[in-house]
């Protein structure tokens, strides 16, 4: 079961816009051929926040500066406007096909703000 | 509200066995899914294992598959993890989530320590 893949870390300064990809690398290519890619933000010590589900859809009470989409086997989280509280640590899961409940994370993306 | 408590965790030595538990309130636990997900320390987060809201369909990483168990009591509205056979790599904090219906993960618990060491 291969990890997506994720750049290890994203810098940005307040008010900048990053994004953070994540690309599938396993044979079933997991990332492009199923809608079901989902984004959540870590800090350290706390539970794991949703924060995009369904490539581009935002659970209730994410800002709306937080947004997804999916092009070819590369999915992408664009934080516009990154402000302090946005560093952590994000993540991509996607389900690995319609057919079981099995689920590969992305590596992990550490987000700083410069 | 919504709530996920992990218990059970622990300092445990290899070869050794622990059972995690997941109480869950808030919500009507037999309507979801419910996985487990694990952080190893300086670490990604790892998916572990995911159980129907039946119990009926189960699946594993190849990590642990043959040495964990996911159970779930939907009386108790409970979900648990049985560890054996630990090894110093299972050591994590371990986290039980909800599938929220759209394939993701809509709540998380604070997480257990489960620590492998002789």
């Known amino acids: 079961q291969s990890a997506l893949t994720q750049p290890a870390s994203v810098s940005g300064s307040p008010g900048q816009s990053i994004t953070i990809a994540c690309t599938g690398v396993g044979s079933d290519s997991d990332v492009g051929g199923y809608n079901y890619v989902s984004w959540y933000q870590h800090h350290p010590g706390k539970a794991p926040k949703l924060m995009i589900f369904e490539v581009n859809n935002r659970p209730s009470g994410v800002p709306h500066r937080f947004s997804g989409s999916n092009s070819g086997n590369t999915a992408s989280l664009t934080i516009s406007g990154l402000q302090a509280e946005d560093e952590a640590d994000y993540y991509c899961?996607?389900?690995?096909?319609?057919?079981?409940?099995?689920?590969?994370f992305g590596s992990g993306t550490k987000v700083t703000v410069l | 509200q919504v709530q996920l408590v992990e218990s059970g965790g622990g300092l445990v030595k290899p070869g050794g066995s622990l059972r995690l538990s997941c109480a869950a309130s808030?919500?009507?636990?037999?309507?979801?899914?419910m996985t487990w997900v694990r952080q190893a320390p300086g670490k990604g987060l790892e998916w572990v294992s995911s159980i129907s809201s039946s119990g009926e369909t189960i699946y594993f990483a190849d990590s642990v598959q043959g040495r964990f168990t996911i159970s779930r009591d939907n009386g108790k509205k409970s979900l648990y993890l049985q560890m054996n056979s630990l090894r110093v790599e299972d050591t994590a904090v371990y986290y039980c989530a909800r599938e929220g219906g759209s394939y993701s993960f809509d709540s998380w618990g604070q997480g257990i320590l489960v620590s492998v060491s002789s």
């Open positions: 899961i996607s389900k690995r096909s319609t057919t079981t409940l099995a689920y590969v």
């Open positions: 808030g919500f009507t636990f037999s309507d979801y899914y």
